[in-house]
């Protein structure tokens, strides 16, 4: 058995990878090379200079790969496991790919079901995230929200998933920002702490997000949000209103430091 | 006094004027003409070709203007008439442009106030279409959509614009359409009813609209909605949880053909 392998995140628009020994990350490296970046699919190719340093300290290190990799517009569509998901389901279902230079290499699947609304739902990465969270944590119930362009809310109990719901909340806020009348001729956004709990604070009083997003112009127009300041509103209209679809008041924020602050304050 | 003139909704990508004699209309014209393509806010430059052949038979012909002509952006800002507003509110309001052919020219200004859900709401044309239809049809109330970018909903009490309401969904559709995960490499739409009907039978399952569009996303991935028909699914989602807000069963609707056509099916 070999001590060293190497942990692979790699999503849509980025490419994280960990060395690790045994259960302990000894190295990390990323490259903005995701999916989208990888010439016709060439994914061993692409991955091959990305890792070469540690190739070269260890050849044929052991791959195992997680995220959006194992889709359809990835190395090798890996089907999604089912819910309820725990390690144990997400071990059995595994793919193996193949590098020219002997690495033998695992895909880890997504994970699909019925989300909180009856509406089907994927989540391909955050899966290794939540039940990495659970084994660390191993208590009996989590929610946990990753926010992030694709929003998650999931809920596990004893180490398995038992539903999860996607918002587009990211996403969201990029397109209406950068495509909409809502975000025409503004100046470099500020990062506003008090037009980010007024978005917050109307999310609720809107329960119709397609009408509450046109509060982003109307309170400009009226002179209460600053130019400057719309990009926080509309972030904390977006995170507010996402909020109100947790059914708790504890969870766990998995993400990154600027997104997990917002969603802790709001 | 005149027995011609001029009715013009000049708003932000269209341009469309009506020859009057008295209250009957008696030819039209219409430009892609909106103010976005007015060059250095030249309105009365980029109007007179506009209405040329008319001013040939009628020189100084009385100019009566609505819409986005009226904003910020436009030829004069003529401010906001506030709820409640009825014809006799937004004639005392009307301010005077100039234009250098010698045709007197008044702008209707819009109207704003709180809407259905406390939020300042404004819009800027349609209180004409409004209050046109208050006068053909003299009942005491009327519950109205009025489709479109910013799709309205009004309600009028003895002639006038007692509150109203803006959906922005006509433009989610396009920006999430074009812009976003939900639109990359959709082939030609297809105008499907089956796929519109799904999209509207989902609205109220799914209470959180940025959750529900992502099943735009995953009825593409798990097979139930081929790619031609994610547009027509989008368009009946987002207009079901519009029509979500609408208190009353019975409304008006006020607009194009198509759309219409589709807020009636929904």
Chains 1, 2 share one sequence.
């Not at 959006?68 to 999604?80: A, H």
């Not at 208590?139 to 038992?162: D, E, W, Y």
Request: proline content about 8%.
């Amino acid at each position: 058995m070999h001590k060293h392998w190497i942990a692979i995140d790699w999503g849509t628009s980025n490419f994280r990878a960990f060395l690790m020994k045994d259960s302990l990350c000894v190295a990390t490296t990323h490259a903005p090379c995701g999916l989208l970046n990888v010439p016709d699919r060439q994914f061993a190719a692409a991955l091959q200079p990305l890792i070469q340093p540690w190739l070269d300290k260890y050849p044929r290190l052991p791959l195992l790969m997680a995220g959006m990799v194992g889709s359809q517009q990835g190395w090798l569509e890996v089907p999604y496991v089912a819910l309820p998901a725990g390690g144990e389901q997400l071990a059995a279902q595994v793919a193996t790919a193949n590098t020219p230079w002997g690495s033998p290499c695992q895909i880890i699947a997504g994970v699909s079901g019925p989300n909180a609304f009856g509406l089907p739902d994927v989540m391909r990465g955050e899966e290794v995230q939540l039940t990495g969270l659970a084994a660390l944590h191993p208590q009996a119930q989590h929610c946990v929200i990753l926010p992030g362009t694709h929003s998650k809310h999931a809920f596990l109990l004893n180490g398995q998933i038992r539903h999860f719901s996607t918002f587009m909340t990211g996403e969201i806020y990029a397109v209406m920002l950068n495509h909409s009348l809502l975000g025409r001729d503004l100046p470099e956004p500020s990062d506003d702490a008090s037009a980010f709990a007024l978005g917050v604070s109307h999310a609720p009083a809107a329960p119709f997000l397609s009408n509450a997003l046109f509060s982003a112009r109307t309170l400009r127009l009226d002179g209460t949000l600053p130019p400057a300041d719309v990009a926080s509103y509309l972030s904390g209209l977006l995170i507010g209103a996402e909020l109100l679809a947790l059914p708790e008041t504890q969870a766990w924020i998995v993400g990154s430091p600027a997104l997990t602050e917002r969603y802790t304050r709001a």
